[in-house]
């Protein structure tokens, strides 16, 4: 059997190096097919698949949640409740607690932002990891840091002493007590996380802050470690027993907005890899992605059997002589299958390749998002098996029909010279077949690739509720550097009268939230005069902002005023509120004059009506929103927004300049608005760039597939075109010949194509903007395209048809 086995690969080689073209050919459609699949596959394995790396036993981490005061079930905790869960969950051999946070780096001459996360004394021990030198935190410690292998090697030189040195953290001076190992980026997958405090820090950089006694500061996320023998379930019920009890002790922290009881929920590591609340989409986004690359393999699959279809026709007198010489149809198929074997196997080498250099630009690209992104989508066992049987996968579907039909054949009938009655010049119904299923299926690929144009069109288009045109932004977070209130005043203060001074400077605020950013802001508020029916939801959107926000933004007054100068601490409380906010406790009455309290405490009067405008996505409905003036309700993280005459992108290295002039060791962060919404455009941006490199590359692979056929027409009819010009056919009747063929394929793909479109983009409409699933334009647009493809594809085999002379073709006969 092994001898066999060996005897038809040398000789599998042997043909294949005989045919260099046909296996080039192949080999770079099957590696462009299982490349394809192999990235989508890649990404789906980092991001769900692998487990964290460096960390002991993650089998048995899981996450622990609390569920939100507005509903949703996946939230994070407080620190007495973490205390509480730590001593009442007895499944545990332990529970973490981290929260991110930006810290400010001064090393040496050197200021930078970095991410990082504050963590319970246990972090490193409860994950088991091995640091590269030092130690991890002890009892009581609250200037220690344990600094990324990355940050160590890049900014600290990669220093042997480096455990002991100072460096100083938002401002304070911390010691490095140890490194952590290479490839190590923190609990939150995803975030390259470059440093780790220990979360007695707090009162070093925030000693006003009160996490450590507050219930209701919700800012932890909490893991641990199962016990051997526990399940997630046994753990989450000794959870769900403290929860009650906290919410007897505790009921205004622990009851939610419907009055129900919060809700403690435990994952195990493998299901909370990606947070919870987005992992739907996450999910369903690379389902839609796997899924058209699965179809562009399909097509590769379509043209290689394609190719050994003309290509048993040309060995057929080979296979004919095999036969008559006693060889069986059995042991001619395997032979077969043992060279498309080799072809798939030299395709998936050229498809790893492939996957691993687009991964690599993948794992270089960086997304207009505020946190720093750790994208990394290593070659492992997994997607080499994946691969593997990707590559067998493509053998049975593109290779056994043809080598089944090319040994179907009568062996006498072929040495005698009679083709036509070997079934050679039968009729090419697997061909035709192949050819509509490959248009059929590009049209899809080439449809979804057009909505998500069309959606990334809509969305660059849509009014965000604000003029987005020459605005600059400059993000700055005074209170990473430990900035108090009364600093943080008089840094935005004199920022904004340098900036304001600038030439070509329209106007200038500040923002806490820029809008459609990952950034949120919620609050709850209780409306004089209204009462609320029961569950009914009272947390809304709200945005602290400085005086003349308003027209800095372009967001247009419906009615009353913005904030202004007076609106200071020691004025009354005012607001500025939206039209859905109005429309929802004042509906048809003047809002001007009205009142609400905020769940951060106080009254506020509301002076003005703001144009409704889209907060966090810009697909979102119309929503309540309200503002509060920065003067009153002091955050020292704000955003410097300010309006040019000139091109914005010339403003953001002033605006830097101005804010390095009053802190050198500030970390700052400037962009333009447009660059901004970057973010909220980012998965039109991706489909629209994913499916676009598919949809080409399916139209190019379908044109290959109609041109092969129409010039195996063309080669196999070279006697009937001769005697139908021997007989005055003209070159131009011979040309529509050819054509009609082609189009005849065409159509009949592209009906089908229209079909499997209506059914497999109603799978997009999630993920368009402003676009129907079936909108008309596109799939007409996409219908001509192709049908122009399919018709440049056709134009060479029908000219050359065009071309043939008769008498030469008359004597080969």
């Not at 949120?520 to 939801?537: F, I």
């Not at 920065?630 to 300049?657: C, G, H, K």
């Amino acid at each position: 059997m092994m001898d066999g086995l060996r005897q038809d690969l040398r000789f599998a080689v042997r043909q294949l190096v005989r045919a260099p073209g046909f296996a080039a050919l192949a080999i770079a459609m099957l590696a462009l097919g299982i490349g394809a699949t192999t990235t989508i596959f890649s990404v789906i394995n980092a991001v769900f698949l692998r487990p964290p790396t460096h960390v002991h036993e993650p089998g048995r981490m899981v996450a622990v949640f609390t569920s939100d005061f507005s509903g949703p079930r996946f939230g994070t905790s407080s620190y007495p409740d973490f205390v509480d869960f730590a001593g009442g969950a007895s499944g545990l051999d332990g529970l973490a607690a981290v929260t991110p946070r930006p810290f400010s780096v001064a090393a040496g001459n050197e200021s930078f932002r970095a991410m990082g996360e504050m963590v319970s004394e246990n972090y490193f021990g409860l994950l088991g990891v091995s640091l590269e030198q030092g130690r991890g935190f002890v009892p009581g410690s609250e200037t220690e840091v344990v600094v990324g292998y990355g940050l160590w090697q890049r900014r600290l030189g990669g220093a042997t002493d480096v455990v002991g040195r100072t460096i100083r953290l938002s401002g304070h001076a911390f010691t490095v007590v140890g490194v952590a190992p290479e490839g190590f980026t923190g609990a939150m997958r995803g975030i390259r996380t470059e440093a780790w405090t220990p979360l007695a820090a707090q009162r070093v950089l925030s000693p006003s802050d009160d996490m450590f006694t507050n219930r209701g500061d919700r800012g932890l996320f909490l893991f641990g470690r199962l016990r051997n023998g526990v399940s997630p379930a046994e753990a989450q019920s000794q959870l769900t027993v403290v929860g009650a009890r906290l919410h007897r002790a505790y009921r205004e922290r622990w009851t939610d907005h419907s009055g129900s009881a919060r809700v403690v929920t435990v994952l195990p590591e493998r299901d909370a890899r990606i947070f919870p609340t987005i992992r739907g989409p996450v999910t369903r986004f690379l389902a839609l992605l796997m899924g058209v690359a699965c179809l562009v393999l399909a097509i590769c699959c379509a043209n290689l059997a394609n190719l050994l279809l003309a290509r048993g026709t040309v060995r057929r007198r080979e296979v004919a002589v095999r036969l008559a010489l006693g060889g069986s149809r059995l042991r001619l198929v395997r032979q077969l299958l043992t060279e498309s074997l080799v072809l798939s196997t030299a395709g998936a080498v050229g498809g790893v390749v492939l996957a691993t250099w687009a991964t690599g630009a993948l794992g270089s690209f960086e997304p207009p998002l505020p946190v720093p992104v750790a994208l990394e989508f290593p070659l492992d066992g997994r997607i080499l098996l994946f691969t593997v049987l990707v590559s067998v996968v493509t053998v049975l579907l593109s290779a056994l029909a043809p080598a089944l039909r090319a040994t179907r054949l009568d062996h006498a009938t072929v040495l005698r010279g009679d083709l036509t009655a070997a079934g050679v010049v039968r009729r090419v119904g697997l061909r035709d077949g192949l050819v509509i299923a490959q248009v059929a299926v590009s049209l899809v690929v080439l449809a979804a690739a057009g909505l998500f144009l069309a959606s990334l069109r809509n969305a660059t288009r849509l009014d965000p509720g604000f003029r987005a045109e020459g605005l600059a932004l400059l993000r700055l977070e005074l209170g990473i550097q430990g900035y108090d209130s009364a600093r943080g005043r008089a840094f935005y203060a004199e920022l904004e009268r340098r900036v304001r001074a600038q030439p070509g400077v329209e106007a200038v605020s500040l923002a806490e939230i820029v809008p459609l950013g990952m950034s949120r802001q919620r609050r709850g508020v209780e409306v004089e005069g209204y009462a609320p029916r029961e569950g009914e939801e009272m947390e809304f959107g709200v945005n602290t902002v400085g005086a003349g926000y308003f027209e800095t933004m372009g967001i247009p007054l419906v009615r009353g005023r913005g904030f202004e100068r007076g609106d200071r601490t020691g004025a009354a409380p005012v607001a500025v509120v939206n039209e859905s906010f109005a429309r929802r406790f004042w509906p048809g009455e003047d809002p001007l004059g009205r009142r609400f309290g905020t769940s951060r405490g106080g009254t506020r009067e509301v002076v003005g009506v703001a144009r409704d405008g889209r907060y966090g996505s810009l697909t979102e409905d119309p929503q309540p929103h309200f503002y509060e003036p920065f003067a009153q309700a002091y955050e020292a993280d704000m955003v410097l927004l300010a309006r040019t005459s000139r091109d914005p992108r010339d403003l953001l290295p002033v605006l830097i300049r101005e804010a390095r002039a009053l802190d050198p060791e500030l970390p700052v962060d400037a962009s333009t608005m447009a660059e901004h919404l970057g973010y909220a455009w980012l998965p039109q941006r991706i489909g629209a760039a994913v499916l676009g490199a598919f949809g080409v590359v399916a139209a190019i692979l379908a044109a290959f597939g109609l041109y092969g056929v129409m010039s195996y027409v063309v080669s196999q009819r070279t006697a009937e075109i001769g005697i139908r010009m021997a007989l005055g056919a003209r070159s131009g009747d011979v040309r529509m010949l050819v054509v009609r063929r082609a189009l005849g394929l065409t159509v009949a793909g592209v009906l089908l194509g229209l079909a499997g479109t209506a059914a497999a983009t109603r799978l997009l409409a999630a993920f368009l903007v402003g676009v129907s699933p079936t909108d008309p334009m596109t799939i007409v647009s996409v219908v001509l395209l192709f049908t122009a493809v399919a018709l440049l594809a056709s134009w060479l085999p029908a000219r050359r048809a065009a071309g043939v002379d008769p008498m030469r073709a008359l004597r080969s006969e």
